[in-house]
């Protein structure tokens, strides 16, 4: 795998459960040797020098890592600490990381009392305490509401525009599009790279015809399978239907719902969503590219 | 779907108190059999506690529930056969094979071992988990072991399901297989309700109901509560976000500016007209960009609209 990230960057890793996320984080971040190749973390060899690129990095899970019987304040000291900012510069940053996660006033707030957006805000300010160039986000919004979710994002591209190199992992196609660019790993390789415009632009292979109707189930058992149908998936009243070429394909899709006595309210070419990009590059046996 | 059909789920007024403050405070809604409604809104909104007052896990203190026309309050036992609740983190056994943790729910709900395998091996197909049968449930992936718990909440044919942000942690593929799963449950006439706090997932809902404080705001199909959205959306695609913001906020017209990964969302009142607005600022900054549209609203723009609407509403009323 090779790749680059640079200063103010926002690098999404998508990819299956086990594709190696999770294993390319832990090699930039010092904790694991590479079996081969090189990685380098703000000009440091992360194999040579896992300590100093320790000092260089930010990290935060899904899990949040914060201490739940300690305060907002607590558990901001705890991780000054433990990155080794001290005196002035501790008092500025715990400064910061207060004002940034909202919670001013309430530092003494049990940790155990906040709600998910607050924790993840809070776990945020613990992870760039100490000015870290590199921020790895592991999954850092997993169960919290969409109006949070935005709020956290706004904080991430603050940061990016300070210079932060920000790599996130995420499941959801929703938060993959607010990354600049986007990485699609599939068992331990880069199937894709670029920005989410330009994967739904040009990764995948066949167009996308969307239809919609009362009967979505019955569509869905009449298009399976039937040829020309590379995949089908079904979005609410509605279904993605992967063809050759939309346009060309469009009357064969239509004589064939007629034909099973299915109506349908709408039937047109739509523009690719990351998720069709995402199950044709890595989906397997049941989404497989045309020509394949 | 004929309108004359009993809903499969109709609630009345329901309100629950933990201690002094009311979680729910009053919601009404129905679900008829094929329906896939999705409960969606911030952290507290009393998502989980409807799906756990509709499990019949804890009582409401007013109003009611009735699952295909019978009182779920005044007799939960009878209505329990046909309800099927799956939490955020459901219980499966981990040492246990695939195959065994299928069996043993199956047992529970006295299910001949006949259905149970004409059962089992659908849902294990439509899923892509029949080569893995006799693995241990402990060794699945994530996704893996929701769909193993989707198919055991499944295994006695129930008439309800209740999801409780049931694809956290999956990647889009096994998120596909499980909707599959649901949408073949659909055709059997099963009402399913789903909470979530993932606009991939509300978007796949029949309808959707946003809940804030206890309280519906909003509950009616995708497609109409998109039509609520005050406003229309511009995207302008540029690999200088923040330079985009900097020009276009301020010019009249614009409501809001969110910055995406290629592109930034601009929230406008009338975008016919304002595109060609946004168009000149930027060349007057000099901000290159790669195209410029109009796109439909997502669910989470809407929400996130509409959240932040009722507090500002609620924060100048007089």
């Known amino acids: 795998m090779s790749f680059e990230a640079r200063r103010g960057e926002i690098l999404g890793f998508l990819g299956p459960n086990g594709a190696g996320k999770s294993t390319t984080i832990r090699i930039l971040c010092g904790l694991l040797r590479p079996s081969g190749g090189r990685a380098e973390i703000a000009g440091i060899d992360v194999a040579r020098y896992p300590e100093k690129v320790r000092a260089n990095i930010g990290y935060m899970s899904q ?51 906040l709600s998910g957006g607050w924790k993840q805000r809070l776990a945020l300010g613990c992870a760039v305490l100490h000015e870290p160039a590199i921020l790895f986000l592991d999954e850092p919004t997993s169960g919290v509401d969409p109006a949070s ?68 189930g019955g569509m869905l058992e009449a298009l399976e399978g039937s040829p020309g149908v590379h995949d089908v998936a079904p979005f609410g009243s509605s279904l993605h239907i992967v063809v050759d070429d939309a346009t060309r394909d469009q009357p064969a899709i239509e004589a064939l719902l007629k034909q099973h006595e299915l109506g349908w309210s709408r039937i047109e070419p739509i523009k690719p969503t990351l998720e069709d990009v995402f199950v044709q590059l890595v989906g397997g046996d049941r989404a497989r590219a045309p020509g394949s | 779907m004929t309108e004359a059909q009993t809903p499969a789920i109709e609630v009345h007024d329901l309100v629950k108190r933990f201690g002094g403050a ?99 091996t659908r849902f294990l197909a439509a899923s892509g988990m029949t080569p893995f049968r006799k693995r241990r449930a402990g060794q699945l992936s994530g996704g893996m072991k929701q769909k193993l718990g989707l198919t055991c909440a499944l295994i006695h044919t129930p008439k309800v399901l209740l999801l409780d942000e049931p694809t956290a942690g999956v990647d889009p593929v096994s998120r596909r297989d499980f909707w599959r799963i649901l949408y073949g449950l659909r055709r059997e006439g099963v009402a399913i309700i789903v909470a979530t706090s993932y606009l991939d997932e509300a978007e796949r809902c029949t309808r959707l109901g946003l809940l804030r404080e206890g309280r519906m705001l909003y509950c009616d199909t995708p497609s109409t509560l998109k039509a609520l959205m005050p406003g229309e959306i511009i995207a302008i695609i540029s690999h200088r976000a923040r330079s985009v913001r900097e020009a276009v906020v ?45 796109i439909s609203p997502s669910i989470e723009d809407l929400f996130v609209s509409l959240l932040t609407g009722e507090e500002q509403s609620s924060a100048t009323r007089q």
């Open chain 1, 63 to 113: 899990k949040f890592s914060l201490y739940s019987d300690l305060s907002v304040g607590e558990n901001l000291r705890f991780f000054g600490g433990v990155y080794g900012v001290r005196g002035d510069r501790l008092a500025k940053r715990l400064a910061f990381a207060v004002n940034m996660a909202g919670l001013k006033d309430r530092e003494d707030t049990l940790v155990a009392d």
């Open chain 1, 149 to 216: 979710r935005r709020r956290f994002w706004d904080l991430i591209y603050s940061l990016a525009g300070d210079g932060v190199c920000v790599v996130i992992t995420t499941h959801y196609m929703d938060e993959a599009e607010y990354c600049n660019r986007i990485a699609l790993i599939n068992a331990g390789k880069l199937a894709a790279l670029g920005s989410p415009s330009e994967l739904k632009r040009s990764a995948i292979h066949g167009e996308i015809l969307l239809i919609e109707g009362d009967d979505p």
């Open chain 2, 250 to 294: 301020g010019i009249n017209g614009v409501k809001g500016v969110i910055l995406m990964g290629d592109s930034v969302h601009v929230v406008v009142d009338d975008a016919a007209r304002r595109t060609q607005e946004l168009e000149a600022a930027m060349r007057q900054r000099s901000v290159s960009f790669d195209g410029i549209e109009r």
């Open chain 2, 22 to 120: 009311p979680a729910i405070r009053g919601v009404s809604f129905d679900c008829a059999p094929g329906e896939v409604f999705g409960f969606v809104g911030p952290d507290g909104a009393g998502k989980t506690t409807i799906m756990r007052l509709l499990a019949a896990v804890m009582r409401p203190d007013e109003g009611s529930i009735a699952i295909e026309g019978m009182d779920a309050i005044a007799d939960p036992e009878r209505v329990r056969s046909r309800v099927s609740y799956m939490p955020q983190r459901f219980g499966l056994y981990e040492d246990l094979t695939v195959d065994e943790n299928i069996e043993f729910f199956a047992q529970l709900f006295g299910i001949s071992p006949h259905d149970r395998e004409e059962r089992a």
